[in-house]
């Protein structure tokens, strides 16, 4: 009998750790890009933090929104910026990794169903210890900040160059 309670006890224990071992990433503004209805791929970007004292490896990822989901990085190929799939993205100990537009991200490809805005996708992130943990990332609208950023710094541009022509013809009196 006092065998079984301590057993009953270890089984108990063991349910209660790794139900904690089993979400070894605190995950961020976790979001999928909206797409127009036809695409067969999105991506979904988030920050991934690793409260633990051991580096996280996500190995892969998956979602019932998608066929397949890979993990992508963005590349510098020869002045062109290509997408890559990655085998494996570490987040470092005490550190977080953030996946956004131009750089890492998770894509999905073959759309089972259109994306609506706001629809709660599920993604189940694999590690290299065999471990995933099960997060929800909404459809959201996401701007592409480059082509934002590259028309903020063409006005700014503009406003400098004026001003320096102005100084110039000052020095000319
Ligand atoms: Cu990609």
Same mark, same amino acid.
């Given at each position: ?6 057993? %009953? ?5 063991? %349910?209660? &750790? ?21 695409? *067969?791929?999105? &991506? &979904? ?9 051991? =580096?996280?490896?996500?190995? =892969? ?8 989901? #890979? ?16 085998? #494996? ?29 706001? *629809? ?22 996401? #701007? ?30």
């Amino acid at each position: 009998m006092v065998l079984v309670r301590s057993l %009953l006890l270890t089984a108990g224990l063991s %349910l209660v &750790a790794s139900t904690a071992l089993a979400e070894p990433l605190l995950v961020e503004e976790a979001q999928v890009r909206a797409v127009p209805p036809g695409s *067969q791929t999105s &991506a &979904a970007f988030m920050t991934l933090r690793n409260p633990g004292e051991q =580096d996280v490896t996500l190995v =892969d990822a998956d979602s019932p929104a998608a066929e397949v989901m #890979e993990l992508h990085n963005h590349e510098d190929v020869e002045g062109v910026m290509q997408m890559r799939k990655i085998s #494996e993205l570490v987040v470092p100990a005490g550190e977080s990794v953030t996946l956004a537009p131009g750089g890492l991200h998770m894509m999905l490809i073959g759309l089972t169903a259109p994306l609506e805005e706001g *629809q709660p996708v599920e993604i189940e992130l694999r590690f290299d210890t065999g471990e995933s943990q099960q997060i929800t990332a909404p459809v959201k609208r996401i #701007e592409v900040s480059a082509e934002g950023h590259h028309g903020h710094a063409q006005g700014d541009a503009h406003d400098h160059g004026d001003h320096g022509h102005g100084h110039g013809e000052g020095h000319r009196h």
